[in-house]
């Protein structure tokens, strides 16, 4: 048996783990890694620009692709610059391994240059990580790491290897089997807790569905999709369930929440059955929880114990992967009709619809995002930041491509949409991807825009210019009596900048010009970046105002007006 | 009851106190005691803590726990019938001529004199957390220089071991039984 270094025994495992794109940077603890690139054609090395998209980048290749995605950095600075996307994607559950060279072994815990304590620094925010100190234990921890991301409730996990034990060599064994003992994540549902919950789903008037992330990360598309429509129940998606059950479905009502739509957040109220299926009844989706449902029962679908009763009481917990358990709860499910309720929900919506948009001449928010569905066709994948834009982003997504809405949903991270639109274009190099970008989070990782022309993405880049961090502009205004503070934003010339970069630059300021500015950038062959300069102060709505219960959501601004009594304070 | 007794089995890896504390911090869990030591099986420590349920919900202390890889069981105690005792060193002043009365205090607890010096005793007294608060306030008349407590140690009546793999038979192939060959790593730390 031949002798290999530590770097090149990581490398063969990355191999057989099937890893097509390691997102990095190089640096002095790394090196020994990027030594071996060369013999491993078959994994492409894509040199980002800083750190955390590398994380965002190998984050959304993960959610595209249902793999792992990979990313790796030197110690110290390289380290610690993954942090916010390792973070990203611990609150989004995405399966990612992150491999960062560490100071050589004897130095560490002596304050050598560029040592960070990574492995203590992300111990809350990765589901497993490793200081590896033996050249022996390397091929059983890169097999360990990718079986614990991506199992169970996925996650990401780091591996911290001393340059020297990267140098080191011995013998390679490909451990071919993991067996944790201690981690046995379980899959299948307790047929008892499933049996229940087909009785309650049959006992139920008022059934809804809150669909999650968990949905997605199963790939339970079709099964969903069967159990909605055998028991004829209205399907709710969470924001980062967003593409787990086709908009376009006549059981399917959009988003809940804080900027959920108006309808949902009521029925929720009105509900005698709550069916959570791989979702965690996070804050901005109960609102005020002793006031969440409080006419419903709650049957909890998901793979993470620790998720059944931690926001909510809950009648019927089922712990399991989604995909398996709705595969042995569908069969038990009484076909069923809810027409009344339907209509009931239906109603709702007619008298307040939540999404129209006002016919003016300025150029809303929500025209452009919805003119760039209305124009990108079917199979176009949809990559958005966090604050306004994303919320408008998810209210006038109804398309019917599974997984196709990449978000940044947990940690709400500002400057995912551009390094996260580079992974998923990567994974998916023939499709349509958009980014749509705020202003603000624009500006916090442009510097991958260099990545993308060196790649020739042909990313489309919405920036959804409005001058302000508009979310937080928004809060100031409704909560902080509109004392705005620090959130106006300078911005450069976009067109300029994208031609610096070498990409195409367009800028939209008249309504008219929103339609071909669109049409122009899906003909261009490469990267386009659309400077949309939009009405500044355009708040969303609906909004359930913070601390407020979902019953209380607000769906326009004019009764907002009237309405709005005293502050409320920001939670 | 408010305290409960949890006795969690985990692996001897480095690191991994640090995780456990760290969920604990994180989600804000109020842990009152802890005591860790190794188990029966070489590679695995038993350690025993108490929570208050009243601040904390300790359901979610075992499923927040059970999420840590490294983490081979969890059992909450507090509905078994259990054993529990508390080991206590106390350094009390005891000049020659009080000796005798705290000697009499000492054999009223069924403690022992562990340390003899002219102007101090060490005291090692086991038992109940109630029985070592009583002890220390029996003794504080006289002096107390130091106190120290290694916080609750648990275990069930009768011949199951609910806190054990497989409940003790140690069928598994990782884990061996204590003496067997070394453990890989032996620290928690």
Aim: proline share 6%; net charge negative.
């Amino acid at each position: 048996m031949t002798k290999m270094t530590g770097a090149q025994i990581v490398m063969e495992c990355l191999a057989r783990e099937g890893v097509e794109y390691i997102f990095g940077i190089p640096g002095g603890a790394n090196l020994p890694l990027y030594d071996t690139l060369p013999q491993y054609p078959q994994i492409r090395h894509i040199l980002v620009r800083h750190e955390q998209a590398a994380a965002h980048a190998a984050d959304a290749y993960a959610r595209v692709t249902g793999k792992a995605g990979v990313c790796w950095a030197t110690s110290g600075p390289g380290a610690t610059n993954l942090v916010t996307g390792i973070a990203n994607a611990s609150m989004d559950s995405v399966p990612l391994v992150c491999i960062t060279g560490a100071v050589v072994s004897w130095l560490i815990g002596r304050d050598g240059f560029q040592e960070a304590d990574i492995t203590g620094i992300t111990i809350p925010i990765t589901k497993q990580n490793y200081l590896v100190l033996d050249v022996d234990d390397l091929a059983q921890t890169v097999r360990e790491a990718f079986h614990i991301a991506t199992t169970g409730r996925p996650g990401p996990v780091l591996i911290d290897i001393p340059r020297d034990i990267q140098q080191q060599q011995t013998e390679f064994h490909y451990p071919e089997k993991v067996d944790i003992p201690s981690y046995r994540p379980v899959t299948k549902g307790h047929p008892g807790q499933i049996r229940k919950a087909a009785q309650l789903i049959a006992e139920a008037e008022r059934p809804l569905i809150l669909a999650g992330h968990g949905v997605v990360l199963a790939r339970a598309y079709d099964e969903l999709r069967e159990l909605a429509e055998r028991a004829h129940i209205p399907v709710i998606c969470t924001l980062l369930g967003i593409g787990g059950f086709p908009g376009s479905h006549e059981l399917y009502l959009g988003m809940p929440g804080m900027h959920g739509m108006y309808w949902n957040n009521i029925a929720i109220s009105e509900a005698d059955l709550i069916i959570g299926i791989g979702m965690r009844f996070d804050d901005r989706v109960t609102g005020r929880l002793k006031d969440f449902a409080p006419n419903a029962r709650i049957i909890h679908i998901d793979v993470d114990p620790a998720e059944i009763g931690k926001n909510v009481r809950t009648t019927v917990p089922i712990v399991g992967d989604v995909k398996e358990v709705l595969s042995d709860l569908n069969p038990l499910v009484q076909p069923a009709r809810h027409d009344a309720w339907c209509r009931h929900i239906q109603e709702i919506r007619r008298e307040h619809p939540s999404i129209t948009i006002p016919n003016v001449d300025k150029v809303l928010p929500q025209f452009v995002i919805k003119k760039i569905y209305e124009l990108s066709g079917p199979d176009a994948y949809f990559v958005t930041g966090v604050g306004q834009h994303q919320m408008w982003a998810a209210q006038f997504f109804w398309g019917d491509n599974p997984g196709s809405f990449v978000t940044s949903g947990g940690l709400g991270t500002m400057g995912f949409e551009v390094p996260a639109a580079m992974g998923v274009q990567f994974a998916r190099p023939k499709d349509l991807v958009w980014s749509i970008c705020g202003d603000g989070g624009f500006q916090m990782t442009m510097q991958e825009m260099a990545t993308i022309v060196e790649h020739e993405l042909p990313i489309k880049f919405a920036i959804i210019n409005n001058g302000h961090l508009g979310m937080v502009r928004q809060w100031q205004h409704l909560f902080y009596d509109d004392n705005l503070q620090a959130v106006r934003l300078f911005h450069p010339d976009y067109v300029k900048l994208a031609e610096a970069f070498g990409a195409a630059g367009l800028r939209v300021t008249d309504k008219i010009e929103v339609e071909p500015a669109i049409e122009k950038a899906l003909r261009h062959p490469g990267p386009v970046i659309i400077d949309f300069h939009v009405e500044q102060h355009e708040d969303i709505y609906p909004m359930m105002p913070p601390g407020a219960s979902l019953a209380e959501t607000v769906d326009q601004p004019e009764a907002e007006r009237e309405a709005k009594p005293e502050k409320v304070r920001s939670s | 009851m408010t305290k409960h007794t949890i006795v969690a089995l985990v692996e001897d890896r480095p690191g991994v106190l640090n995780r456990i504390a760290s969920k604990w911090r994180q989600r804000g869990f109020n842990i009152e005691s802890l005591a860790v030591g190794h188990s029966e099986m070489a590679g695995l420590s038993r350690m025993t803590f108490t929570v208050d349920g009243t601040t904390t919900d300790v359901d979610q202390v075992t499923k927040q726990m059970y999420k840590l890889i490294e983490v081979v069981k969890v059992t909450d105690l507090t509905e078994h019938d259990m054993v529990h005792r508390e080991l206590a060193l106390v350094k009390v002043a005891a000049n020659p001529q009080q000796r005798s009365a705290i000697i009499e205090i000492v054999d009223i607890f069924r403690a022992k004199i562990v340390d003899v010096a002219p102007e101090s005793l060490i005291i090692e007294v086991t038992g109940t957390e109630d029985k070592i608060d009583a002890i220390f306030e029996m003794l504080r008349p006289y002096g107390i220089k130091e106190l120290v407590r290694t916080g609750r140690i648990a275990m069930t009546r009768g011949a199951a071991a609910p806190t054990s793999v497989d409940g003790g038979k140690g069928e598994h192939h990782r884990y061996r039984p204590a003496g067997e060959g070394k453990p890989k790593v032996g620290s928690l730390l």
